[in-house]
């Protein structure tokens, strides 16, 4: 069992609609990552939060929206999605780094399998 | 863009065999850091070597790093089928740290039973 929870852990949804990925950890973790994954490839970075605040955006396109309403939680909104969007889309968590010993371990949850109809 | 970049190599091993994967980077670092990925599920933290650190051991697993060729290495002696997996190395993207890391391709690897 992994200690960051996302769900869910399948998705199917059309082009119009609109859901919302979460994301919750309780390891005290105080930076959030949101990444999308695609068959083979490494994690592609989205979006970090680091003490609840919004401090990398990866030039992601609007119709994802994240949100972190408090230090446990990650959510990720979704909307008018097309299908090149279809991924696995992880959650991570870590201490924030402190600049001088260097980006700490990041635990991943299992992700959300998104599919784009 | 991604600076820890493995040789892109899939790996097919016998069970109890030794598997070495490496990965190089381009820029100055803090500290390198090796990730698995079994099939469908996340990424599993491995190891985290520090810059001024040559090599470090985990159980099985033997990481190496080498700053002066910015590479390094992962070595998983006497494989089981449970190591199965893709793995990947990380690197800060910004020396001065801001929570970004920065993941190479990957290798894949096989046990085979």
């Known amino acids: 069992d992994t200690e960051v929870t996302q769900t869910p852990k399948h998705l199917v949804m059309g082009m119009t609609n609109k859901k919302s990925l979460k994301c919750e950890q309780h390891?005290?973790?105080?930076?959030m990552y949101w990444y999308k994954q695609k068959a083979k490839k490494p994690p592609e970075l989205m979006f970090v939060?680091?003490?609840?605040?919004?401090?990398i955006n990866e030039s992601v396109p609007s119709r994802f929206s994240p949100e972190c309403p408090n230090s446990s939680l990650l959510n990720l909104h979704l909307h008018a999605l097309q299908p090149e969007d279809s991924a696995l889309y992880l959650c991570?968590?870590?201490?924030?780094?402190?600049?001088?010993?260097?980006?700490?371990?990041?635990?991943f949850g299992d992700g959300t399998r998104l599919s784009i109809l | 863009s991604q600076q820890g970049e493995e040789d892109p190599q899939a790996l097919s091993i016998q069970e109890g065999e030794n598997a070495t994967m490496n990965c190089s980077y381009k820029?100055?670092?803090?500290?390198l850091q090796w990730y698995r990925q079994n099939s469908g599920r996340g990424l599993v933290h491995l190891i985290l070597?520090?810059?001024?650190?040559r090599e470090k051991h985990s159980g099985r697993l033997r990481v190496t790093l080498d700053t002066s060729k910015k590479s390094s290495s992962l070595l998983i002696t006497a494989s089981r089928a449970a190591d199965t997996a893709s793995y990947f190395c990380?690197?800060?993207?910004?020396?001065?740290?801001?929570?970004?890391?920065?993941f190479g391709k990957g290798n894949q690897v096989v046990v085979i039973p």
């Open positions: 820029t100055s670092i803090n500290n």
């Open positions: 990380a690197t800060d993207a910004s020396f001065y740290g801001n929570n970004r890391l920065a």
């Open positions: 939060y680091s003490y609840e605040k919004l401090s």
């Open positions: 991570a968590s870590s201490q924030v780094d402190l600049g001088i010993r260097g980006n700490q371990p990041q635990h």
């Open positions: 070597i520090r810059s001024n650190e």
């Open positions: 390891m005290g973790h105080r930076a």
